[in-house]
């Protein structure tokens, strides 16, 4: 099993910054997907970004987060990150780390991921 812990979220003004964190207990190997996904209150839960757990691995983004939010991993801490700048009010969320292994489902289908972690709480305010 790989268990995946969330944190660096937090309450910032708009326009801030913040960096998550996403430690697992094995980080997965290549051909495998690592990503953020996000959940504000009465909303679905929307793909953030994704990340091929590979050196140089292939990125993905929500067209709402393009060039402002940057995943990145490292290997040797076993974490993933989620640079997160331009912080916007509609960025509040819970944020969730997510592993897959599958290839049956798109990167930003919830559907494909087999792990998840509990969450870290983002509030951007005005």
């Known amino acids: 099993q790989v268990h995946l812990v969330e944190s660096g979220g937090g309450s910032v003004q708009a326009g801030g910054s913040l960096r998550l964190s996403c430690v697992a207990s094995?980080?997965?190997?290549?051909?495998?997907?690592m990503a953020w996904f996000r959940q504000a209150p009465g909303k679905r839960r929307e793909a953030v970004a994704s990340?091929?757990?590979?050196?140089?691995?292939?990125?993905n983004y929500a067209d709402s987060v393009k060039g402002r939010f940057t995943i990145s991993q490292d290997f040797a801490k076993n974490t993933m990150f989620l640079q997160m700048n331009s912080l916007k009010p509609e960025d509040t969320a819970m944020y969730y780390c997510?592993?897959?292994?599958?290839?049956?489902?798109?990167?930003?289908?919830?559907?494909?991921?087999?792990?998840w972690g509990q969450g870290t709480q983002v509030t951007v305010t005005s």
């Open positions: 094995r980080y997965p190997d290549g051909s495998n997907f």
């Open positions: 990340i091929f757990t590979t050196p140089g691995g292939t990125t």
């Open positions: 997510a592993t897959s292994r599958s290839w049956s489902l798109p990167w930003s289908d919830p559907q494909r991921y087999e792990h």
